[in-house]
């Protein structure tokens, strides 16, 4: 079970308008390698992952349902004051259509979400390239977010997840060197 | 061991100091340059060169116990305790002239 803290990991300040940025926000919230896959695919795999990094899984997994929180703000902020022509201008008629201004899972092309974007394939070497490749992809989505942007703000709170990115990975990485080093094996010479 | 893609023809001037050296532990940018391949039958002007960043994460194996932390206040917005994690990025947006 989870302990919910009612505020945001970091906080979101958005000082521009800009709904055509919603949009492209939405790749880190219902895309492939956003948060929304991320968190998924990891609080999946740790059932059948070592003992050992079933605790990084958790930790890991719900630290992207933080994330998750940090860029549905973003979206929301930005389109919450928008009329419907204005949403229309940024390319975001489609969505309106469906969803009025309510957030969806949706990548920035208006693709909704799938699980097909994750994978369990039980190997725990197979997950966890797949999710240290996860971490690297999402941080270079940050990196185009960021360069789609002027609003420092923003910009701000995009670097502090990109961030995060670069630590998961490395946290990724540590997990499979504990599962090469066969640990919990007892040699015998 | 050298870097194959920094060894290609890169022009000297017009590389920005970033390039150069920056506060990665190992002394070196993250910001890494390689030149496309330029045609004579190229449409258009060529770009001087390309950037990508390669973060501090891929030359860890294993972080090692007792690293330099930050003050908190500095790591919560950083996003990382360990100065030697840290990335910063350099939105490519108003780059002169280059590749983006």
């Known amino acids: ?189 | 061991m050298g870097n194959e893609f920094e060894a290609q023809s890169l022009p000297e001037e017009g590389v920005p100091p970033e390039f150069r050296a920056g506060c990665h532990p190992a002394g070196r940018s993250q910001e890494r340059i390689h030149v496309p391949y330029r045609s004579p039958c190229d449409p258009c002007p060529p770009l001087p060169f390309k950037t990508y960043v390669v973060p501090p994460n891929q030359f860890i194996v294993f972080q090692p116990p007792n690293w330099p932390q930050y003050p908190p206040e500095q790591a919560l917005r950083c996003g990382t305790l360990w100065p030697a994690l840290h990335s910063p990025y350099r939105p490519r947006r108003g780059r002169e002239g280059e590749a983006t």
């Not at chain 1, 992809?137 to 002027?150: G, N, V």
């Open chain 1, 1 to 189: 079970m989870w302990v919910y803290e009612k505020k945001l990991q970091y906080p979101v300040r958005v000082s521009k308008c800009d709904p055509r940025m919603a949009k492209l926000l939405l790749e880190q919230y219902g895309g492939a390698d956003g948060e929304l896959a991320a968190a998924l695919r990891y609080l999946n795999q740790r059932y059948s992952i070592p003992d050992k990094v079933i605790g990084l899984l958790t930790d890991i997994g719900t630290e992207e349902f933080a994330h998750l929180e940090m860029i549905a703000t973003m979206v929301y902020k930005l389109t919450k004051d928008a009329t419907p022509q204005q949403l229309d201008a940024a390319g975001l008629g489609p969505h309106y259509v469906a969803h009025d201004s309510a957030l969806f899972y949706s990548n920035a092309a208006g693709v909704p979400w799938t699980a097909a974007y994750i994978q369990a394939k039980g190997d725990p070497i197979a997950d966890l390239y797949e999710d240290i490749a996860a971490e690297e992809k999402a941080r270079a989505t940050y990196q185009w977010l960021i360069d789609m942007t002027d609003d420092v703000d923003l910009q701000d709170g995009l670097k502090f997840l990109r961030e995060r990115e670069i630590v998961h990975s490395l946290r990724f990485r540590e997990a499979v060197e504990i599962l090469k080093e066969e640990r919990e094996v007892r040699k015998v010479f």
